[in-house]
Nanobody, 120 residues
Framework: QVQLVESGGGLVQPGGSLRLSCAASGSIFSVDAMGWFRQAPGKQRELVARLTTGGSRMEYADSVKGRFTISRDNAKNTVYLQMNSLKPDDTAVYFC?????????????WGQGTQVTVSS
């Protein structure tokens, strides 16, 4: 089994910053990719940012380019999302996602979600 534990959400004013963290633990052989999705009320879950192993491929949603930065600590199986210049439209539950190889099986794993609210 694998667990993804997120932290760092909260309430912030427009223009402010937050940093999300997600640590993967459990029966991990290797991590292929880690990233963040978000889901606002009444909307579908959408990709925010994703990073493959070693940072060879980085992907951002157009709506967050230039404001959000994703990074990884491969030794700790941890992914971070630095969010700057936050807007009310960024308000959502943010979910950590990882593609992990366990005992011979490559699977998708999700965190429990952390609320980010941007409001004055």
């Amino acid at each position: 089994q694998v667990q993804l534990v997120e932290s760092g959400g909260g309430l912030v004013q427009p223009g402010g910053s937050l940093r999300l963290s997600c640590a993967a633990s459990g029966s991990i052989f290797s991590v292929d990719a880690m990233g963040w999705f978000r889901q606002a009320p009444g909307k579908q879950r959408e990709l925010v940012a994703r990073l493959t192993t070693g940072g060879s491929r980085m992907e951002y949603a157009d709506s967050v380019k230039g404001r959000f930065t994703i990074s990884r600590d491969n030794a700790k199986n941890t992914v971070y999302l630095q969010m700057n210049s936050l807007k009310p439209d960024d308000t959502a539950v943010y979910f950590c996602h990882a593609i992990i190889l366990t005992t011979g099986v490559l699977s998708h794993w999700w965190g429990q979600g952390t609320q980010v609210t941007v409001s004055s």
